[in-house]
T-cell receptor, first 114, second 111 residues
Framework: EAGVTQSPTHLIKTRGQQATLRCSPISGHTSVYWYQQALGLGLQFLLWYDEGEERNRGNFPPRFSGRQFPNYSSELNVNALELEDSALYLC?????????????FGQGTRLTVV | GQQVMQIPQYQHVQEGEDFTTYCNSSTTLSNIQWYKQRPGGHPVFLIQLVKSGEVKKQKRLTFQFGEAKKNSSLHITATQTTDVGTYFCAGRTGSARQLTFGSGTQLTVLP
């Protein structure tokens, strides 16, 4: 069974540009979470999608947005990139229920803004 | 909304010393999970606790879930350099579907 896949692995953008990050969850998983992890820091919650809907978002500006497609894959868009957006962006997927299933993480997209 | 706080943020220990990280929730949790992220890697699931007062062990790691199901701890006995990484807790409340992660504790083990 394939794990959570994220693309691209690395992304270099200049300030002011837009970045699009993609995530394919494990087959059968309907929930997708996005996290930002700056170097040496913890996970900062960005967005949670479940069953195609945005269910919750973290304390990030509106230029961070995304969507979940009918096949449950997800896209994170970051507009008007700033230098401090440089970070590892992790996607995680879970089964879409409350039974306590574990989250599976992708390898992440390393975004560098120059 | 639900908040999961984790302390300490950083911990340096000498190899062989013990290590503990604590997780506290603002609301009662239905279950709690622990993850480990090795340097350069992504978080990987370690264990899940469900019952009030539950204690589970994995070799040198001991996981506890508080009686009130609002806090949890991970204790590592006699740390080794392979224990280096960031440890995260994550919890769900009641019938809530969202899994909320703590900010993590970064463990450094000095040889």
């Amino acid at each position: 069974e394939a794990g959570v896949t994220q693309s691209p692995t690395h992304l270099i953008k200049t300030r002011g540009q837009q970045a699009t990050l993609r995530c394919s969850p494990i087959s059968g998983h309907t929930s997708v979470y996005w996290y930002q992890q700056a170097l040496g820091l913890g996970l900062q919650f960005l967005l949670w999608y479940d069953e195609g809907e945005e269910r919750n978002r973290g304390n990030f500006p509106p230029r961070f947005s995304g969507r979940q497609f009918p096949n449950y894959s997800s896209e994170l868009n970051v507009n008007a990139l700033e230098l401090e957006d440089s970070a590892l962006y992790l996607c995680a997927s879970t089964r879409g229920d409350h039974l306590g299933t574990e989250a599976f993480f992708g390898q992440g997209t390393r975004l560098t803004v120059v | 909304g639900q908040q999961v706080m984790q302390i300490p943020q950083y911990q340096h220990v000498q190899e062989g010393e013990d290590f503990t990280t604590y997780c506290n929730s603002s609301t009662t949790l239905s279950n709690i999970q622990w993850y480990k992220q090795r340097p350069g890697g992504h978080p990987v699931f370690l264990i899940q606790l469900v019952k009030s007062g539950e204690v589970k062990k994995q070799k040198r790691l001991t996981f506890q879930f508080g009686e009130a199901k609002k806090n949890s701890s991970l204790h590592i006995t006699a740390t080794q350099t392979t224990d280096v990484g960031t440890y995260f807790c994550a919890g769900r409340t009641g019938s809530a579907r969202q899994l909320t992660f703590g900010s993590g504790t970064q463990l450094t083990v000095l040889p």
